[in-house]
């Protein structure tokens, strides 16, 4: 199925996702549709424009690729499935996802992995191939991020105030990390090699949506972040 999106409202294109029975669906001329394909399951959407907030939220299994850029919320809440961005990422990407897998060719905002958590046996996976905003993976309780620093020139592969009160999941960032600060509550050190296994199955799939080597990017030194259980964000509160 092909639909053209320039003249139709998020609700009324959402139904025409729902409603048809095509499993490979291609949509033209989005323009900022917020909420596209929430909650849907079994369908293969290619998306060409501008998806709007949102794309993805609850997503339950199927797959989404966009052929340029997508805004804020990226993969809310998803369950299950793909998401798959050839372009940057607004910010809170991925925000309390519990199972699926987010892809980003370029960069991501701030907030991206915010109260990501894995949920019995889905572990929810994010690679962003370039730099990040502000607050990376904060609040993060389970799951895995993955930051390559491909593009972004000599700015740091990460901004401020990165996994601010993280709690579970992993995370690992293609850089030295020197002169970024860590809170108190997280541990962080280079990554070996057989750690750096655990992820080559995902940057493999990253270079199978954008191109590249997964032995030349792994071959380059990760910072791996993990929460410290012996200090954990709990005590930072006051009991009453």
């Known amino acids: 199925m092909e639909l053209n999106a320039a003249n139709l409202?998020?609700?009324?294109?959402?139904?025409?996702?729902r409603e048809t029975d095509d499993r490979q669906i291609t949509l033209s001329g989005c323009i900022g549709q917020r909420f596209i394909a929430a909650g849907m399951s079994g369908k293969e959407i290619g998306i060409h424009g501008i998806p709007g907030n949102a794309l993805g939220a609850y997503l339950n299994g199927s797959v989404i690729e966009t052929f340029g850029n997508a805004q804020d919320?990226?993969?809310?809440?998803?369950?299950?499935?793909?998401?798959?961005?050839h372009g940057n990422i607004g910010d809170a990407a991925?925000?309390?996802?519990?199972?699926?897998?987010i892809f980003?060719?370029?960069n991501a905002g701030y907030r991206a992995g915010i109260h990501m958590k894995a949920y019995q046996d889905k572990v929810p996976v994010m690679v962003i191939g370039g730099r990040t905003g502000s607050f990376l993976g904060e609040y993060q309780a389970g799951g895995i991020i993955i930051v390559l620093g491909l593009s972004g020139g000599e700015k740091p592969i990460v901004s401020n105030f990165p996994c601010t009160g993280m709690h579970g999941g992993k995370l690992f960032l293609r850089s030295d990390c020197a002169g970024i600060h860590f809170p108190h509550q997280v541990h962080h050190h280079p990554?070996?090699?057989?750690?750096?296994?655990?992820?080559?199955g995902y940057v493999a799939e990253f270079c199978a949506h954008f191109g590249g080597d997964p032995d030349e990017i792994l071959h380059a030194e990760f910072t791996l972040v993990t929460p410290d259980s012996g200090n954990p964000y709990k005590q930072m509160y006051v009991a009453n």
Do not use: H, P, W
């Not at 990554?191 to 080559?200: D, K, N, P, T, V």
């Open 9 to 17: 409202g998020f609700q009324e294109l959402n139904e025409c996702l």
């Open 73 to 85: 919320a990226v993969g809310d809440t998803m369950n299950d499935g793909e998401i798959i961005v």
């Open 94 to 101: 991925g925000y309390a996802m519990r199972g699926g897998k």
């Open 104 to 106: 980003v060719k370029g």
């Open 191 to 200: 990554a070996s090699a057989g750690e750096l296994e655990e992820i080559r």
